[in-house]
């Protein structure tokens, strides 16, 4: 009986034993499985998240082979689309705009849309653009690509590049500082961050030029002259390490947003040009003609001169420039407004200087006839400027004679064919009362209107 009980026993421990050796067998695997999971893991972390989802779902094809493999079809399968979309040319500049039409903006409160690539939004993927055509944005194209799987034979630009898009064009000082004019708000909020190169679109053309009264307005707010990347290879993309890029100008920023940045772009000027504020006790209101030659010009320019030389003699401490933008240097301009607190100018893109005056200067504007019934909002972009830059446009005196069109008043016809350049006239007792009346009002805008010799940011 004892001995019957004793083998049980040793059968039972001898069970027992088995079960444990296999338990731990068991157990030994699964940490070596969880360590080899973990280090594969581990390498994968630099793919593109798209391969990375892949490979987990693969687990036996985690060769470095395979990942090359699946790497070069992430290349090829970078897809370019027109920067310019013809399926929305009704309506260009509306939401996501028919330039790069895929992508969205992002926007915070207060700043002017944009977008940023690498971004969350992108995926951390790169703008890649390719094409040289310059007279049809749909022979240009756009895509975007892993930093770790490039479109095969792609450029890749390092540093910060801004990409810009303008409706209109570069040589035009509004049009051009319109569209410069966001990317420096930009770069205030993001710690005063420098472009290295810049990529110039107009409807999706490539530009290649900018006009000289911008590039030094760019170069004195950057302190380099801005470099404008030229795309020699239509086979050869052009990615970029960082990207930027504007499509809606300064819309959507606030009012607020737009006085800083014009002070800013006041001040770098006038610290470009080593234009200080003048050390003088003597009370002195600046008056300037800044006049135009051939479209939009006065037909009688020593008359409207005379109505303002009288005008201005009448008060105090009052003195008469007449100057012709065309003739004058950049920084001639930035020193001229310096000493302007009234200016008066017919409509046009001289009078993007205005808001280099101080602020709670004057602007006088002057429109041919024709303008006010068809120029529809183009006729008040000065208007605008002036409010967003801190100045006071005091109003516009459209002409109520001239020539005639042969077509009704009324027909948009007689803008293109008569109205847009034809020359402007003048009324002696409207713009004495007129001049009498803003100088009156400059002493009460010019007290405490300090300027800006030394720049807050950047």
Known sequence: MATSVWRRLVACFSSLKFY??????????????????????????????????????????????????????????????????????????????WFMSSLFDNQTKGEAQYQDFPSDSSKGRLLCLKGVDEHDGSWNYYALAWPEALPTNAILQKGLTFVSYNQYDYGNLWHGLTAAFPFVSWSLRNQCEKPQKWVLYHKGELRYWMGNWLSEILTATYGQEPEIIHFVDVNKPVCFEKAVVMRHNEGGMSRERRLEVFDHLRCKAR??????????SNPRIGMTLLMRTGARSFKNESAV??????????????????????????????????????????????LTNLFLMDRNSSVMEFFPKGWLKLAGVGQLVYKWGANWSGMRHEGAWHDPFGETCKFPDTDKRCMSLVYKNAMIGYNETYFGEWARLVLSKVPEHNKGNGSLDVCPQC
């Open 305 to 350: 001169i005379n109505v303002f030389k009288r005008e201005c003699e009448r008060v105090e401490g009052c003195v008469l420039s007449v100057s012709y933008s065309n003739n004058l240097t950049f920084c001639e301009q930035v020193d001229l407004m310096k000493k302007t607190d009234v200016l008066v100018s017919p409509h046009g893109a001289q």
């Open 20 to 97: 444990l050796t296999v338990l731990c067998l068991v157990a030994t695997v699964f940490v070596l499985l969880q360590i080899c999971s973990f280090q594969i893991t581990q390498h994968s972390l630099s793919l593109p998240p798209a391969l990375l989802t892949y490979l987990k779902h693969q687990p036996g094809q985690q060769s470095e082979n395979k990942t090359a493999y699946l790497v070069e079809k992430l290349r090829e399968s970078v897809t370019f689309l027109p920067l310019k979309d013809i399926r929305f040319s009704n309506k260009p500049l509306e939401g996501h705009t």
């Open 271 to 280: 610290n470009y040009c080593n234009i200080s504020s003048p050390e003088t």
